[in-house]
């Protein structure tokens, strides 16, 4: 009898430390993707060294595929190898590669995140931006959709009105944006980011630095 | 007890030795895929590849594994690989991912104006633009090669053919009327608005076995799925005032959209050639609505109603006076209603239709009464299938039932037809430089009393990375115009036969593309009056006529576009058909 618990004590305790360990394993690695995607130029970040940390985060999620966050993050990096790309059609192939990742993010998540909304959002920002002529109405009509969704799950969400903010700042004057414009949004935005706290240390936790770049920029 | 240790320790991934897997990944020419993301599934063991397409990383996994393989625009890949030993010379291949760029479209004959794909030659928005088009959908065509400026009938003219032989189709529904009705020397608009189209289509031949009853060519519109603005607006010009209104929730949608219009005021700062008595007035409503029950399904509804009044005297040196006097009263309605689904991600796809139209014309010519009616209720399923690697199939079947009325002076002959047709299509992709569409359609009409069956082929092949060249062929035919039906009950139908061979470039926002045609007429209807030629629109045939008419229309013509060198420059297209009917 006393071997039979003994025994049962240790499988529990075996199997807690191999689920522990996964999710260890997990945690670092997506806090060490993470970090190198935080430590990348945001004004010029390097391509190669951007596909690395995609691909990166592609890995993590195809091993973990009960999680939304690595393919949150994975749709994340390409959407800025899609804004950084040179040409339509590259850019065009990371926006796409973007869009199924998020919507795999979906898929697992369950219900409606805001977080992944607003990755959805910012997704067709930039999609709008590589083509704005011809695209400007099919996407500006999307992003509007995402960010609605987005405020309706969560509106705390700082990243919602930094989107909101940065849509204005770099639509041009004549038609309706600017940095004049821009700027109660971000200040919006930066009131948000200051009750913001993340749920862990791997859940999305971007867009503050850019939006006090960008007001700092409208108080010139 | 110590047992447990050692299971524990066993189990630990230190107690095994690392592993390399180096190896190579190229696209299927062998060109090296830098940045490419090469991992062992299941693991967190993987890398990204070199500039030259290199990779090499550790693992602890063992036995087997699965190597998998992605690349941004190309398909990914599974391979099992053994991991007793290190793995070294790997190589995996890459296929790219079928998209517009690298897949072959079938294009023999067909214009587009989309948003969506990016291979169309035009945007939507070219063809409200289109200079001298006047913000008409038709008027707009008139500019491609191979379709026609006739500046004194309704009608589209492509490649010799008549007006008649250009169908005009909305959401798959034939439009009865699709054009104001026409008077001798006077252009005609289109009815319809062309900010209510997302897609068009226009062929001038060789189109698909979806369509029928017309030898020439047919211009396909798909409406908006959604109003783009909610709330009131105004327009107003010179021509025409009109109001519109949109109203839109989440999964439906209204438009209305009123209009009067009244030449008068345009006619007196542009001097006419016609004598007017009554300047051309029309007036015209239509409403929309649109429901999204699920995800993928519409439903659209769209009634519209119009009506227009004039009154001329035309030139007629036949006439003592030199002149004849004209007055034309119209009065059209069009009702449709669609609704389409897709179900499994979209693998197969439903396109069902219903409509009524109704057209009343009361003319009175010099002094003689016309007039003419007609009345046209047509139901439409296609089914599609999305089967693996893109290739499809479509079936399908319409019928329509059609009815006449034409007076003269008090006298009036009446028609009914009933027109069934069935069809089935499929586009295969060979490779993805070579695709084919093979389409078979099948007619029944109850006042020829006969059937037809007609065979449409289209080929494309990818002749460069912007390039490509399509063939097509096929047999069309098309009832004779109603009003040789009234007195001869014996014709049969008219048929052309069309052979198209088409080359395009399209590269940097420029577009070249060239095509040669043939087109073959046989059994036209031909009437013997032993007169001259009256191009009278209205007049109703007296002649015999039989099935005896032949003809052929061949020809290049070419189309260029540059949107890049300078900007808001236009595409300019040359013609050149010589062509004999009889």
């Known amino acids: ?95 796409e590669k973007a869009s199924a990742l998020l919507k795999d993010a979906e898929a697992i998540a369950g219900k409606p995140n805001d977080e992944i909304l607003v990755m959805q959002a910012f997704q067709s920002q930039i999609h709008l931006a590589a083509d704005a002529t011809n695209r400007w109405e099919a996407d500006g009509a999307k992003f509007v ?36 414009a821009a700027k109660p949004l971000l200040e919006k935005a930066s009131q948000k980011f200051a009750a913001f706290k993340p749920e862990t240390n791997i859940h999305p936790d971007w867009g503050k630095s850019e939006t006090e770049w960008m007001l700092a920029q409208t108080n010139q | 007890m110590k047992f447990f240790i050692y299971l524990l320790l066993s189990i630990s991934p230190l107690a095994h030795a690392q592993k390399t897997v180096s190896g190579k990944i190229t696209d299927k020419k062998g060109h090296a895929l830098p940045g490419a993301n090469v991992f062992l599934k299941g693991t967190y063991d993987g890398t990204t590849s070199d500039a030259n397409g290199i990779f090499s990383f550790q693992t602890f996994e063992k036995d087997t594994a699965t190597l998998a393989a992605t690349y941004v625009g190309y398909e990914a890949t599974e391979q099992k690989i053994g991991l007793k030993d290190n793995v070294n010379d790997i190589s995996v291949k890459l296929e790219e991912l079928a998209k517009e760029l690298n897949t072959v479209v079938i294009t023999a004959g067909a214009f587009e104006a989309s948003d969506e794909k990016r291979m169309a030659m035009l945007k939507p928005l070219d063809i409200v633009t289109t200079a001298g088009a006047a913000a008409d959908i038709t008027g707009a065509m008139q500019f491609l090669p191979g379709a026609q400026r006739v500046g004194e009938q309704e009608g589209l003219f492509v490649r010799g053919g008549s007006g008649q032989e250009t169908k005009v189709v909305i959401d798959g529904m034939i439009v009865q009327n699709s054009f104001f009705s026409s008077l001798p020397d006077v252009q005609s608009r289109g009815r319809f608005n062309p900010f209510m189209f997302k897609g068009t289509s226009f062929s ?102 119009s009506d227009s009044d004039l009154s001329m005297n035309s030139r007629d040196p036949a006439s003592e006076s030199g002149k004849t006097k004209l007055d034309l009263q119209n009065k059209n309605s069009f009702v449709t209603s669609t609704y389409t689904d897709s179900w499994k991600d979209g693998r197969w796809s439903l396109n069902s239709g219903f409509s009524y139209s109704r057209n009343n014309d009361n003319t009175t010519l010099a002094g003689f009464n016309f007039n003419r009616f007609d009345e046209r209720t047509q139901a439409r399923i296609v089914l599609s299938r999305l089967l693996s690697g893109n290739n499809t199939i479509l079936f399908g079947a319409e019928a329509h039932a059609i009815r006449l009325k034409n007076g003269f002076d008090g006298k009036f002959y009446d028609l009914k037809d009933r027109y069934t047709a069935a069809f089935i299509e499929s586009e295969i992709y060979i490779t993805r430089e070579l695709a084919g569409r093979i389409g078979l359609r099948t007619e029944y009409s109850s006042i020829l009393k006969d059937v037809n069956l007609a065979p449409r082929l289209s080929f494309a092949y990818k002749t460069g990375k912007y390039s490509q060249i399509s063939l097509a062929a096929g047999q069309f035919y098309q009832n004779p ?36 045609f043939y087109k073959n007429y046989a059994q036209l209807v031909r009437e013997f009056t032993g007169q001259k030629y009256d191009a009278d629109p209205y007049r109703f045939p007296w002649g015999e006529t039989n099935n005896a008419g032949k003809g052929y229309a061949r020809g290049f013509d070419f189309f260029w576009r540059d949107q890049k060198t300078i900007k808001n420059f236009d595409y300019w297209s040359y013609s050149t058909r010589p062509s004999t009917t009889s």
Not at chain 1, 12 to 27: D, G, H, R, T
Not at chain 2, 249 to 278: C, D, M, R
Not at chain 2, 493 to 499: F, S, T
Request: proline share 3%; hydrophobic share 35%; glycine share 8%.
């Open chain 2, 204 to 305: 001038t031949g060789g189109y698909s076995a979806q369509y029928g009853q017309a030898l020439s060519s047919v211009l396909l519109l798909n409406t908006t799925d959604k109003v783009s603005n909610n709330g009131l607006g105004i327009s107003l010009n010179l021509a025409n005032a009109g109001l519109n209104y949109d109203y839109a929730t989440k999964n439906q949608s209204i438009s209305a959209v009123a209009y009067y219009g009244n030449l008068k005021p345009l006619f007196a700062l542009v001097k006419q050639n016609v004598e007017w008595l009554h300047e051309p007035e029309f007036k015209g409503s239509s409403l929309t609505y649109r429901l999204r029950p699920r995800k993928n399904g519409v439903l659209k509804v769209y009634g519209m109603y």
């Open chain 1, 145 to 180: 959709e995402y960010v609605a969704s987005a405020k309706k799950v969560n509106a705390e969400n700082p990243r919602i009105y930094y989107l909101e903010a940065s849509s204005a700042f770099f639509t041009p004057e004549e038609f309706g944006g600017g940095k004049k």
């Open chain 2, 481 to 516: 115009d109603y009003k040789y039906l009234y007195t001869n009950k014996n014709l049969g139908y008219e048929r052309a036969d069309h052979l198209i061979l088409n080359y395009q470039i399209i590269k940097n926002q420029r577009t070249f593309r060239a095509e040669a």
């Open chain 1, 1 to 95: 009898m006393m071997k039979k618990t003994m025994f049962t004590i240790f499988a529990f305790a075996f199997s807690v430390c191999v689920v522990l360990a996964q999710n260890e394993k997990y945690s670092q690695a997506m806090t060490a993707s993470i970090q190198a995607l935080n430590g990348l130029d945001k004004t010029k970040p390097d391509p190669k060294a951007l596909q690395d940390i995609a691909n990166q985060f592609e890995r993590i999620a195809a091993a973990e595929p009960k999680e939304w966050l690595p393919k949150y993050y994975a749709g994340y990096s390409n959407v800025i190898l899609g804004f950084i790309g040179t040409g339509l059609d590259e850019k065009d192939k990371y926006l």
